[in-house]
């Protein structure tokens, strides 16, 4: 077997556990710089598989998987940790959108090493029930904290939301492959986010256009009913002189002067043209039509305006009943 020119050469694994010494050994020194074809990948000391970690340390017996290759340590181990969305999502608030709108969602993969790069190659897209993925950026960057380098690489994935409700932003997927043909699998949280519907205006605003024309036709029902309400008040009030001035009118036909009695007929008719026409003339108003069947009434007020003569009561009397029926006057019981 021909050893990689790029790449350490795998130490034969000792059946005795590591020391002490190999035991607290940094995690640091399980990554390591490797070139092929000017592409990092992650390269794994086989000895240095003895690590106290979380699932303590790895015997000998332990370090073939069954095809006889080396096994792998956690990402855990390798102090790789993958986190997605922002600090809300992240802190357990739920994303909130509205439907047709692009956001970008991050996920990034950390590590600690010194002087140690490595490939991350996602397997898995962000399509989802009700999101699209347009398209995928990435971006790489290194800071120094307490003297340790920290490197991390961030996918930008850009998301269209295309329906409403409680969605989900997919688990995404990462490969980081090894020189032992093996790759590391790192797999990210989902993240829920809130999708609505687009504020419509339109409804508020026709609704409050409604209220503005309710309100107004009530207002303006207020106002007709208070103005029919004087209206009949005025009416009420007219026709109750009215018809107390010819109810005295009828107390004196048989001993009042027959010509006098006629003329304050005529001035009580003249009144009730006035309130209802505006217009005193009853011969004009007849003319026009609009006193229909006052042609008698009017020529038995010109006879006793001009022909003078005393007239019966009893003629008096009938009189007063057509001047009663035309004014639509009722008599009291």
């Known amino acids: 077997m021909k050893k990689n020119a790029n790449t350490k050469a795998v130490k034969p694994v000792k059946a005795k556990k590591a ?93 600690s090493v010194q002087g140690s790069a490595i490939l991350v190659v996602p397997t898995s897209s962000a399509n989802a029930k009700g999101i699209l993925q347009l398209g995928v950026s990435q971006e790489s960057s290194r800071t ?56 419509n205006p339109l409804p508020f605003i026709a609704g409050g256009a409604v209220g503005v024309c309710v309100l107004f036709a009530a207002l303006w029902r207020m106002r007709k009913r208070s103005r029919d309400r004087t209206k009949a008040a005025a009416k009420n009030a007219f026709e109750n002189a009215l018809r107390e001035k010819m109810v005295v009118l009828k107390q004196r036909v048989m001993v009042a002067d027959s010509r006098e009695w006629l003329l304050e007929l005529e001035s009580i008719c003249k009144e009730y043209a006035l309130h209802l026409f505006g217009s005193d003339s009853l011969d004009a108003l007849v003319a026009d039509g609009k006193l229909e069947g006052w042609k008698p009434l009017l020529e038995e007020f010109a006879h006793a305006r001009y022909g003078g003569g005393k007239r019966d009561g009893f003629e008096n009397k009938e009189t007063w009943k057509l001047a009663m029926t035309l004014m639509g006057v009722e008599e009291d019981d």
């Open 19 to 111: 020391k002490t010494e190999n035991q607290e050994q940094n995690v640091d020194s399980l990554l390591a710089v490797t070139t092929n074809d000017s592409t990092n990948v992650l390269a794994v000391e086989p000895d240095s598989l003895n690590v106290d970690g979380a699932a303590g340390s790895v015997d000998g017996g332990d370090v073939e998987n069954d095809a006889g290759m080396p096994a792998l340590p956690t990402a855990e181990q390798l102090g790789i940790s993958i986190t997605a969305g922002n600090a809300n999502s992240a802190g357990g608030t739920p994303l909130t959108a509205t439907v047709g709108d692009t956001i970008d969602f991050p996920v990034t993969v950390s590590w």
């Open 144 to 199: 120094v904290k307490d003297g340790k380098e920290l490197a991390q690489i961030t996918f930008n994935y850009k998301l269209v939301m295309q329906d409403t409700g409680n969605l989900n932003i997919p688990a995404m997927r990462f490969e980081i492959p090894t020189p032992m043909g093996q790759s590391l699998d790192l797999r990210s949280d989902s993240v829920p986010i809130r999708v609505d519907a687009p504020f």
